[in-house]
């Protein structure tokens, strides 16, 4: 039973997340909004439900797994790809690495900024 | 068994969600052993070498890709609870995101922009058709928000779910080794760069071989960039006068 309840607790979450996106009209999608109320509720409680740790740890273990089906729709576009080809290779790749490279520094400065100056 | 029933055995099968379901868990589990055989390589990346092998089997066997995602929807769905549950670690390390709350917020906006314009810069500069990059745009966000933000800006969701998920495996291949260079060893602060740049891949990733603590933060720069973006993309793209 306890899986079954930690999957309620989820979907129930990603339900109300999808009633909050729809009826505020908010661009941002059901199950991100359903992870701040999860939150906000897991905050308001205290703790975590047994049931829902194992629903979820087990979820977040095959998290990879989950991305395969949306991936092999890459399949659909293999036109579009061949034309802007290289243009996708360097542009993905630079940029990554730009946004991974400039991002880790501006928090790992702000970072060690804020926890020397807050004394820690 | 003659071969007419055996021809009609596969037409069932083929359109039937039970092939797509178990030919994705077996390439996956297929994929997971390649990668440890190539030594956990970065350019092996389980999902990239199942989505690889899953599109070989689908062009051999002539099932289109509509076909097969009627299988392979029930586990495209988890993907919700899943995002959902990514609150979990994040509450048990709610101290010290707390403590860094500053420096992550202005460190998610500071990724956003980098991500974004960097982006369109290259693209444009490369000469990248009109619909390519309106799907790139988005591509360092996970896959639901980019896949909405694409359609609201004129881009393909379908490419734009999909350049997100080599957005991914390529920041799972760069990133270990670009902490290293820039001297970056704080795991929390590797954790969230990788969920900025590289959504839900580097949130795997943080989890698998950073801890539970990098996991949170990757989670937690996943939903924020995710919902930051959705909000800031259509002014940035307004700039770039697309």
């Known amino acids: 039973m306890p899986l079954i309840m930690g999957m309620s607790i989820l979907l129930g979450c990603q339900f109300l997340g999808e009633l909050l996106s729809r009826s505020l009209a908010i661009p941002v999608p059901g199950p991100v909004l359903g992870m701040v109320v999860l939150l906000v509720a897991l905050l308001i409680h205290g703790r975590v439900p047994d049931s829902l740790r194992l629903a979820g740890e087990g979820l977040l273990r095959y998290l990879t797994l989950l991305f395969v089906p949306a991936g092999v729709g890459l399949m659909v576009h293999f036109e579009l790809i061949k034309a802007d080809f290289w243009v996708l290779v360097i542009t993905l790749i630079v940029s990554t690495a730009v946004t991974l490279g400039v991002t880790g520094k501006v928090l790992d400065r702000l970072a060690k900024h804020y926890t020397r100056g807050a004394g820690k | ?242």
């Not at chain 2, 009627?70 to 990514?86: K, W």
């Not at chain 2, 957005?167 to 060893?185: H, K, Q, Y």
């Not at chain 2, 943080?206 to 973006?229: E, K, R, Y």
């Open chain 2, 1 to 242: 068994m003659n071969l007419a029933a055996l021809d009609e055995l596969w037409v069932y099968l083929s359109g039937n969600p039970l092939l797509s379901l178990l030919a994705t868990l077996v390439a996956f589990t297929l994929a997971t052993r390649i990668n440890r055989l190539a030594k956990c390589s970065p350019f092996a990346h389980p999902v990239i070498v199942a989505i690889a092998l899953l599109i070989g089997f689908l062009l051999l066997a002539g099932i289109d890709y509509a076909t097969y995602f009627e299988g392979a929807q029930f586990i495209h769905f988890m993907l919700g609870p899943a995002t959902v549950a990514l609150a979990i670690p994040l509450f048990d390390h709610r101290e010290r995101v707390r403590r860094m709350l500053v420096p992550i917020v202005l460190a998610c906006l500071t990724g956003i922009v980098t991500a974004v314009s960097s982006t369109l810069a290259i693209g444009l500069l490369l000469g990248a058709r009109p619909e390519t990059l309106l799907s790139l745009a988005p591509r360092s966000v996970t896959s639901p928000i980019a896949m909405g933000i694409a359609e609201q800006i004129g881009g393909i969701p379908s490419l734009a779910a999909g350049l997100v998920l080599l957005t991914g495996s390529v920041g799972c291949a760069l990133g270990p080794w670009l902490f290293r260079r820039l001297d970056i060893e704080d795991p929390s602060v590797q954790g969230f760069t990788m969920g900025l740049a590289a959504h839900g891949f580097g949130t795997a990733q943080s989890f698998a071989s950073l801890g539970a603590m990098a996991g949170a933060f990757a989670g937690l720069a996943m939903g924020l960039t995710g919902m930051v973006t959705a909000f800031l993309l259509p002014l940035i793209i307004s700039l770039f006068g697309l």
